[in-house]
């Protein structure tokens, strides 16, 4: 009975450990929702891959190993792997954690009469009788490759550093016809995030309201299923961040974004489609430039040409972000009118190398120049491919830099050296900026691509990055999205920087002090001299 039903087994013979409730050791009796879960692991173990997005404390890890397990008892041959992000969450003695402490648990507490002659070696378990073994691997090095599997599981995915992540999706590809990711979210900018969004895969959610338990007296609230267990649970949470991720199995909202996503909708509903498209032709110095009208250029223009084809004078800034040109994502142009704090322009190109790149950006800026005929400013990011963007500007005689404030130090004073460094602090210092800018409606961005973007950048290890996440929907054809326009739009917002501060300052001027501070007592003194010399 237990060979022909997984089921059967979990229900009559296996385990599970549980040290919250009063006796730990407890039957192994399946919830409905963890039954089809079986059945449905069972049916893709050798046939294809199977994707599990979970809630916090589902039991999806024991049943995807009792489920390996019921296999390595009662089918011959059979060759599975366990692969965690490190060692000692596969195989560690006395660790629960451990993969194979699970295994080693369901074993020691089935019949003595079922179970088989067996070995047990560090990170394998051999079946004796029947030749088929358990594996573990952790995700150092290669994966799997050039190996062959029956399948293979990969419990707590998104928790892989997203190198390795990527790394072990490609090396298993070809070692079995059935991978089994198994996880709870943890944001979108790793490769178990693409796996649950992949259409070629099979898709399997255990959320929490699908268990009895904590679905009991289940309601509805704004279009979301709550109940007691899960109300309690969110105030023990710590932050939204927390709730989308341990129940929600909520991708978007499990990462901690940088730009507040309803102030971000805010922005995105004043949105609206460029005026113009097309290229901006210039010589081979970037020079002369012309506004070419086309459906497909790669320019998109916010603003009305003037009766010369040329941009309505003013003081612009373009700020641009410098990728490799091989494809992989866009070089970005954004020109920023600094009078009205209005984007005015965007460029996207995934496959322009940097020192082509710097000829379009030296022409962008001379085509946007003030009532004296002088080119906008060039702010770019100075690490990277965007050196080599800089020489060449440099080479062509261009002199219109942003020149970068001394290091270190919170001063207007500014070094001679052209452009923006990428650092953790100043990355910090930049997108904090944007983000006030644009929220607070000192920069009007009416890029829909470019906010879009915005919503990607995520707080991490203290600093500000964007999520790594593939689209197919990009027209400029590059093939990941890093952010780009989104960057180029933040470093052309570095310009308003200085013209912030004197406003500031201007207020703060004007503000009435602090009735307790020193200043208030002073003017106090001094009205007091004044009415008694009077």
Same mark, same amino acid.
């Given at each position: 009975? %237990?060979?022909?039903?997984?089921?059967?087994?979990?229900?009559?013979?296996?385990?599970?450990?549980?040290?919250?409730?009063?006796?730990?050791?407890?039957?192994?009796?399946?919830?409905?929702?963890?039954?089809?879960?079986?059945?449905?692991?069972?049916?893709?173990?050798?046939?294809?891959?199977? %994707?599990?997005?979970?809630?916090?404390?589902?039991?999806?890890?024991?049943?995807?190993?009792?489920?390996?397990?019921?296999?390595?008892?009662?089918?011959?041959?059979?060759?599975?792997?366990?692969?965690?992000?490190?060692?000692?969450?596969?195989?560690?003695?006395?660790?629960?954690?451990?993969?194979?402490?699970?295994?080693?648990?369901?074993?020691?507490?089935?019949?003595?009469?079922?179970?088989?002659?067996?070995?047990?070696?560090?990170?394998?378990?051999?079946?004796?009788?029947?030749?088929?073994?358990?594996?573990?691997?952790? /995700? /150092?090095?290669?994966?799997?490759?050039?190996?062959?599997?029956?399948?293979?599981?990969?419990?707590?995915?998104?928790?892989?550093?997203?190198?390795?992540?990527?790394?072990?999706?490609?090396?298993?590809?070809?070692?079995?016809?059935?991978?089994?990711?198994?996880?709870?979210?943890?944001?979108?900018?790793?490769?178990?995030?693409?796996?649950?969004?992949?259409?070629?895969?099979?898709?399997?959610?255990?959320?929490?309201?699908?268990?009895?338990?904590?679905?009991?007296?289940?309601?509805?609230?704004?279009?979301?299923?709550?109940?007691?267990?899960?109300?309690?649970?969110?105030?023990?949470?710590? !932050?939204?961040?927390?709730?989308?991720?341990?129940?929600?199995?909520?991708?978007?909202?499990?990462?901690?974004?940088?730009?507040?996503?309803?102030?971000?909708?805010?922005?995105?509903?004043?949105?609206?489609?460029?005026?113009?498209?097309?290229?901006?032709?210039?010589?081979?110095?970037?020079?002369?430039?012309?506004?070419?009208?086309?459906?497909?250029?790669?320019?998109?223009?916010?603003?009305?040409?003037?009766?010369?084809? /040329?941009?309505?004078?003013?003081?612009?800034?373009?700020?641009?972000?410098?990728?490799?040109?091989?494809?992989?994502?866009?070089?970005?142009?954004?020109?920023?009118?600094?009078?009205?704090?209005?984007?005015?322009?965007?460029?996207? !190109?995934?496959?322009?190398?940097?020192?082509?790149?710097?000829?379009?950006?030296?022409?962008?800026?001379?085509?946007?120049?003030?009532?004296?005929?002088?080119?906008?400013?060039?702010?770019?990011?100075?690490?990277?491919? $965007?050196?080599?963007?800089?020489?060449?500007?440099?080479?062509?005689?261009?002199?219109?830099?942003?020149?970068?404030?001394?290091?270190?130090?919170?001063?207007?004073?500014?070094?001679?050296?052209?452009?923006?460094?990428?650092?953790?602090?100043?990355?910090?210092?930049?997108?904090?900026?944007?983000?006030?800018?644009?929220?607070? $409606?000192?920069?009007?961005?009416?890029?829909?691509?470019?906010?879009?973007? %915005?919503?990607?950048?995520?707080?991490?290890?203290?600093?500000?990055?964007?999520?790594?996440?593939?689209?197919?929907?990009?027209?400029?054809?590059?093939?990941?999205?890093?952010?780009?326009?989104?960057?180029?739009?933040?470093?052309?917002?570095?310009?308003?920087?200085?013209?912030?501060?004197?406003?500031?300052?201007?207020?703060?001027?004007?503000?009435?002090?602090?009735?307790?501070?020193?200043?208030?007592?002073?003017?106090?003194?001094?009205?007091?001299?004044?009415?008694?010399?009077?």
């Amino acid at each position: 009975m %237990c060979a022909d039903d997984p089921v059967a087994w979990f229900n009559g013979f296996a385990f599970t450990y549980d040290p919250r409730l009063e006796i730990a050791t407890i039957p192994f009796v399946l919830y409905p929702f963890q039954a089809d879960a079986v059945r449905t692991i069972d049916a893709c173990i050798g046939t294809e891959d199977l %994707c599990i997005s979970k809630s916090r404390d589902m039991g999806a890890s024991w049943i995807l190993l009792g489920t390996f397990l019921w296999r390595w008892l009662f089918r011959s041959e059979q060759s599975f792997l366990l692969v965690s992000r490190n060692e000692d969450y596969v195989d560690k003695s006395g660790n629960p954690k451990a993969l194979f402490w699970k295994l080693d648990y369901l074993l020691r507490h089935m019949p003595s009469w079922m179970r088989p002659k067996y070995e047990r070696a560090r990170l394998r378990l051999t079946n004796l009788d029947n030749g088929s073994m358990i594996d573990g691997e952790s /995700t /150092t090095g290669d994966v799997a490759r050039g190996d062959r599997r029956t399948a293979i599981a990969m419990d707590e995915f998104a928790a892989f550093e997203t190198e390795s992540g990527y790394r072990a999706l490609a090396s298993t590809r070809d070692a079995t016809r059935s991978r089994i990711f198994n996880s709870t979210p943890a944001g979108t900018g790793n490769a178990f995030a693409d796996v649950a969004q992949a259409s070629g895969i099979r898709q399997l959610r255990l959320h929490w309201s699908d268990h009895p338990v904590k679905a009991e007296g289940l309601y509805w609230s704004d279009g979301k299923a709550r109940s007691p267990w899960y109300d309690r649970e969110c105030l023990r949470c710590v !932050s939204p961040t927390e709730i989308a991720q341990e129940l929600d199995i909520d991708f978007s909202g499990s990462q901690s974004v940088f730009f507040d996503p309803q102030k971000l909708a805010d922005v995105r509903s004043r949105c609206r489609s460029p005026d113009s498209r097309g290229e901006i032709e210039h010589n081979a110095q970037g020079g002369d430039p012309v506004w070419q009208e086309s459906n497909t250029g790669r320019w998109r223009l916010w603003t009305r040409l003037v009766a010369d084809g /040329t941009p309505p004078t003013s003081n612009y800034a373009v700020g641009a972000d410098i990728a490799s040109g091989t494809g992989s994502s866009n070089s970005c142009l954004s020109v920023l009118d600094l009078r009205t704090g209005r984007k005015v322009a965007e460029w996207a !190109s995934p496959d322009t190398r940097p020192d082509r790149m710097a000829l379009v950006a030296v022409a962008c800026c001379r085509w946007f120049a003030d009532e004296s005929g002088s080119p906008a400013t060039l702010i770019h990011e100075a690490a990277g491919p $965007g050196r080599i963007m800089g020489d060449v500007a440099v080479e062509t005689g261009f002199r219109h830099f942003w020149l970068r404030p001394v290091d270190g130090m919170a001063t207007t004073k500014l070094t001679q050296r052209i452009g923006w460094f990428p650092t953790r602090e100043s990355k910090v210092a930049m997108w904090g900026a944007y983000r006030r800018l644009l929220f607070d $409606g000192a920069f009007e961005n009416p890029s829909i691509d470019a906010i879009n973007e %915005c919503g990607e950048f995520v707080y991490t290890n203290g600093g500000v990055e964007h999520v790594r996440a593939v689209t197919a929907q990009d027209i400029s054809g590059a093939r990941m999205n890093h952010g780009d326009r989104a960057t180029a739009d933040a470093l052309a917002a570095l310009a308003l920087g200085p013209r912030l501060a004197a406003r500031e300052t201007l207020v703060r001027r004007d503000a009435e002090p602090d009735p307790r501070s020193m200043a208030a007592r002073r003017r106090i003194a001094r009205e007091s001299e004044a009415s008694a010399a009077w």
